[in-house]
């Protein structure tokens, strides 16, 4: 099967983009369907058709990412920390507000967003992933369990980090 040699020792570049997922698919079942191609070639040209589909899947995320970005407004900020005795120490956007306008505008273009919460030595590891068509971006922060004095509980500190965490 000459066309399989040919295009496995060609490089990436030379493959047209349009319909380049389609045209390696079918050549991966006809050299599926033939007994003289090995494994290590048929391995070969599957780990080609995925580098391409992730490379397209990147592509299209920040193409999108790029478009989403100059809809997403400035958020108000209507939570408050305030001190012992009631006073206002500063204003911050919570989480549930954050998430009610971020959240059309990311289906929208076809963006999902999840977190994922870790016990970690100084507090919660919380990662935050932006995933679209098969491609995702991610990024951590640890948050420290900031007990505020007696203010919190264990749970409450929990809850507070997390919040934090998304926000930021």
Same mark, same amino acid.
């Given at each position: 099967m000459a066309d399989t040699a040919e295009l496995i020792e060609a490089p990436q570049s030379q493959v047209a983009v349009q319909g380049e997922s389609s045209a390696i698919m079918s050549l991966i079942e006809r050299a599926a369907r033939d007994e003289s191609v090995d494994i290590d070639k048929m391995e070969r040209l599957f780990q080609m058709h995925e580098r391409m589909t992730a490379k397209q899947a990147e592509r299209d995320f920040h193409e999108a990412f790029a478009e989403m970005q100059t809809e997403l407004p400035e958020i108000g900020? +209507?939570?408050?920390?305030?001190?012992?005795d009631g006073k206002e120490l500063y204003a911050y956007a919570k989480w549930e507000h954050v998430n009610e306008v971020i959240k059309p505008i990311l289906s929208r273009f076809g963006f999902g967003l999840s977190f994922r919460i870790e016990p970690h030595e100084k507090g919660l590891l919380i990662t935050a992933k932006?995933? +679209?068509g098969g491609h995702t971006e991610s990024t951590s922060i640890v948050q420290s369990?900031?007990?505020g004095g007696a203010a919190m509980n264990a749970n409450q500190s929990r809850g507070a980090a997390t919040s934090y965490g998304k926000r930021y």
């Open positions: 900020k +209507r939570g408050s920390a305030e001190n012992k932006l995933s +679209r369990l900031d007990m």
